[in-house]
């Protein structure tokens, strides 16, 4: 099997009494961005530093091509670690060759590439600075050149995009999506629901160290209930009450947002609409990726 | 794209040796200690071609105690210069420190004037003196020959047969042995401390992470330990032979070049002993902590064993440099980096304890070295509060 596909399987991790993974499992597929979404604690980064090795697992395996990933293959790996991470007093140019080198570039070749995406990244004229001098963002920049420049076959990133001005998350969205388009498997976790929605080909909602829902946006959005907005101005208040199989979402001016539960007809929602007076908007919609987070989140919660 | 494990711990040592001697702070410190030898050699130089501990002056009716006060003041390890005053003169160079006494009277007794007091080495110069002339003044009311006397009781010594030959000390290896000492000191303190320093560097910076995602904590922990180990042999080789050539040239160190040699050998080979054992116990200490604030208290512990055996070393050696005690301390591995050097400088140390003191260094390193990549790997990842030694021994 050479699909070069990167699968986590079963991972559990417990710190004492604490379980920070149970039975995490997902894979990303070659040439796919993976979202992997969250609140805080939930296990992202955990995951991610054992598929870097860097953490060890209770149980589980982490597997790339068919393959159990060893050393070898974590130099393969661009990483990003959330808490970022240079040495302060060191040259970005000379840093960045460094790191190249130790995921057993020769230096040559390690020159090279610094050059290519320091330049890329828009901090090629600050090669021969320290790091410590730079501003956060070119810091930033620098960091997401640490992953990339040894050319990795996977990319785990951690929050890459949190503290980037929008010229930065444009830069980097596009170096993802063509990293993804050479056939390298990219997951990167965020809290920046739209942008993973935009972004991603596929997303992973996790609660409590498990993964709880995972596929296309798409799939996702489509699994959730079905969502109505009515702008019916003269509607009074209370006017879905009397419909059958409607839940009141919220009103907002002459806006009202419902929620159809099972086998609920549409039709009849818009007839009592129209009872009430003129209707200028009915519309179906699907909930937003944010929406959905704030459900699976929340319903756990309440499990 | 392949790293092999001896390839990541080059890489690493590499970055260390590149980053440290690009560092202004070491440039200048190595210049400094180099400078301060050199000083120090011209200034024993000087001291040593004046060489006189008191002068003294006489008025005319003593002149003929001149001579005989010189010789009963080297018979203690005095020099002491003569010159004749006049009366006139004689209280004003005592007031303005020219001389350090001046002796005067009619030549019958000793009897000198200083400014307040008599320095207690010059007092028992004086007090032989006076002790003689007045065996000479006997002597001779006696009807003897106060010259023929003192003859024969020069002549006169005791005859020792020593069941085994003692070791002499050559007070040039004695500060040999001490120059040494510091220099081992100052290099275990510096270098050792830069390795804990690294350390929390990269965990302060989080940079670690990194590091570890492609290689493994033993080779990162080993390159660091080598790539300062290195360079502190370049600027511990760098001073030791800028130091010996200084006071060779200079005429202040007479001893042979190949025993000059020899203590810059053993000085390099006990300096790479005691440098892997310390500086792989404060890399472990060092990943205990979080905070570059932090790092002197946690290596402090291990700190201690070198200061220790540093006081031990000059506190004792120059005035007993066959002691009993540093003999057997300097044999323990932990006070053994600090204390073999030096009295390897000295000399008069049999062979089977030099061999074993090293080989129990030697020993012990592997076993620090499997006990602080335990530590290491533990707590290298946790930030935070200073990780327990216990909990990051336990660990899996």
Known sequence: MSDRRLEIEGLSKRYGETVALREMTFDVRAGELFGFVGSNGAGKTTTMRIVLGVLSADAGTVRWDGEPVTLETRRLIGYMPEERGLYPKMKVGEQLTYLAQLHGMGAAAARRATEEWTERLGVAPRRDDEVQKLSLGNQQRVQLAAALVHDPRILVLDEPFSGLDPVAVDVMSEVLREKASHGVPVVFSSHQLDLVQRLCDRVGIVRSGHMEACGTVDELRTGGADRLVVDAPQAPSGWTESVPGVKLLGRHGTRTELELLDGTDDQAVLKAALATGPVHEFARRRPSLTELFRSVVTEGARR | ?396
Do not use: C
């Open chain 2, 1 to 396: 794209m392949n790293l092999s494990g001896w390839g990541a711990i080059r890489l690493v040592a590499n970055r260390e040796i590149t980053t440290r001697l690009q560092s202004k702070a070491f440039r200048i410190s190595t210049a400094v200690m180099i400078l301060l030898l050199i000083a120090l050699t011209v200034v024993i130089k000087l001291i040593g071609s004046n060489g006189s501990d008191a002068t003294v002056g006489y008025t005319a009716p003593n002149a003929a105690l001149a001579a005989p006060l010189q010789v009963s003041a080297k018979a203690l390890g005095q020099n002491v210069n003569t010159r004749q005053v006049t009366e006139a003169q004689a209280q004003q160079a005592v007031r303005d420190g020219s001389l350090d006494a001046v002796l005067v009277g009619d030549g019958t007794h000793v009897q000198v004037v200083v400014k307040k007091d008599l320095d207690s080495d010059l007092r028992n110069a004086l007090t032989v003196l006076a002790n003689r002339l007045a065996l000479d003044q006997q002597i001779a009311t006696l009807g003897g020959n106060p010259a023929q006397v003192n003859a024969a009781v020069a002549s006169a010594h005791v005859e020792v047969q020593p069941l085994e030959q003692p070791k002499q000390y050559n007070s040039q290896q004695l500060v040999l042995g001490i120059i040494a000492g510091v220099l081992i000191y100052l290099s275990l303190m510096i270098n050792g401390q830069s390795v804990a320093q690294g350390v929390v560097e990269e965990k302060t910076s989080r940079v670690v992470e990194l590091l570890l995602a492609t290689i493994r904590p033993w080779q990162l922990m080993a390159g660091k330990v080598l790539g300062i180990g290195a360079v502190g042999l370049l600027q511990i080789l760098a001073i030791a032979i800028v130091g010996v050539i200084a006071a060779l040239t200079t005429g202040v160190l007479t001893i042979s070049v190949s025993a000059a040699a020899g203590t810059v050998i053993w000085l390099i080979v006990w300096y790479l002993a005691g440098f892997l054992m310390y500086s792989i116990v404060f890399a472990g200490l060092g990943a205990l902590v979080s905070r570059q604030e932090d790092v002197g208290g946690a290596v402090t512990p291990a700190l201690m064993f070198v200061i220790a055996g540093y006081v031990v070393g000059v506190s004792v050696l120059p005035s007993n440099p066959g002691s009993g005690l540093v003999e057997i301390l300097s044999i323990i591995p932990v006070f053994a980096p600090t204390l073999m050097p030096m009295r390897l400088a000295m000399g008069g140390v049999p062979v089977w304890e030099a061999i074993v003191s090293l080989g129990l260094v030697i020993a012990l390193i592997p076993v620090l070295i499997w006990l602080t990549g335990r530590i290491y790997r533990n707590a290298v990842l946790r930030t935070g509060a200073k990780v327990k030694l216990r909990e990051a021994l336990s660990a899996s």
